[in-house]
Nanobody, 115 residues
Framework: QVQLAESGGGLVQPGGSLRLSCAASGSILRFYVMGWYRQASGKERELVATITPGGTTNYAASVKGRFTISRDNAKNTVYLQMNSLKPEDTAVYYC?????????WGQGTQVTVSS
């Protein structure tokens, strides 16, 4: 069973950048559809981006052109590069691994965009 650990969150000013990492253990990530989700305070969790084993990516409209999801199968890690950050990007960001009907979540990492 895969275990996920996110890192890279923090406080950044509007217009700044952060890169989130999601390291996996217990299984091989290249067989999974990987995703980043986020949940702002008082709101439901929402999809940010996904990447398939073949490398096809999908983004929420709110982040398209600013965020990039990628995977390094050799390191068993998935990344989310976030540029041009806005205050509305403030949320806890979660990594997700999906294989068939099985979903696994990480513990989340806080991203705060504020001046």
């Amino acid at each position: 069973q895969v275990q996920l650990a996110e890192s890279g969150g923090g406080l950044v000013q509007p217009g700044g950048s952060l890169r989130l990492s999601c390291a996996a253990s217990g299984s091989i990530l290249r067989f999974y559809v990987m995703g980043w989700y986020r949940q702002a305070s008082g709101k439901e969790r929402e999809l940010v981006a996904t990447i398939t084993p073949g490398g096809t990516t999908n983004y929420a409209a709110s982040v398209k052109g600013r965020f990039t999801i990628s995977r390094d199968n050799a390191k068993n890690t998935v990344y989310l590069q976030m540029n041009s950050l806005k205050p509305e990007d403030t949320a806890v960001y979660y990594c997700n691994a999906r294989q068939g009907a099985t979903r696994t979540w990480g513990q989340g990492t806080q991203v705060t965009v504020s001046s």
